[in-house]
């Protein structure tokens, strides 16, 4: 496993769209472990595959709240259910927030790393991580989201 380098503000990449995974390989599964590792390292709650420089439909996620860590291959959210206002940053715009409005609930499809279909009916914080990983992977981000007046730059010593 390694760190990978993500990639930050600015950077085109990051307003591309992601291609489907057609073939779970062993690339593919070094990719996953490597994203699980670099979320990890820079305490992020998801990581899309485009982050670190890979047009392909990947995302991790972990809320750090069960114990339980999501690979999510080809997702898609398939229902969504009410709204939320939440507090939002990204490891691509490091230091930036702003609050967004967000599904309070989805229900996804996607693939795991063994290939297996799985469903997930995702609340609260997990509904937020798994929508802006899915918006990564169309080309969208989280600062095009942002309810007016909410953006801030926290220096690190303010944290």
């Known amino acids: 496993m390694a760190i990978r380098r993500i990639r930050?503000?600015?950077d085109e990449i990051l307003r591309k769209k992601s291609?489907?995974?057609e073939e779970i390989d062993e690339k593919v599964i070094t990719l996953i472990n490597d994203m699980i590792e670099t979320m990890h390292k820079y305490n992020g709650v998801g990581l899309a595959a485009v982050q670190v420089g890979v047009l392909k439909k990947i995302v991790v996620i972990d809320t750090y709240e069960d114990g339980e860590q999501f690979?999510?291959?080809n997702p898609e959210i398939i229902k969504s259910k009410g709204t939320q206002t939440v507090e939002e940053g990204c490891l691509s715009f490091p230091n930036k927030f702003g609050k967004v409005v967000r599904?309070?609930?989805v229900v996804i499809k996607a693939l795991n790393e063994k290939g297996e279909k799985i469903k997930i009916i995702a609340k609260e914080l997990l509904a937020q991580a798994i929508c802006h990983e899915i918006d990564h992977l169309n080309g969208e981000l989280f600062i095009d989201k942002i309810?007016?007046?909410s953006?801030?730059?926290v220096k690190p010593e303010d944290k």
Request: net charge negative; charged share 35%.
């Open 8 to 10: 930050e503000e600015g």
């Open 19 to 21: 291609k489907d995974v």
């Open 71 to 73: 690979v999510l291959i």
């Open 103 to 105: 599904p309070a609930e």
């Open 147 to 149: 309810i007016p007046g």
């Open 151 to 153: 953006f801030e730059i």
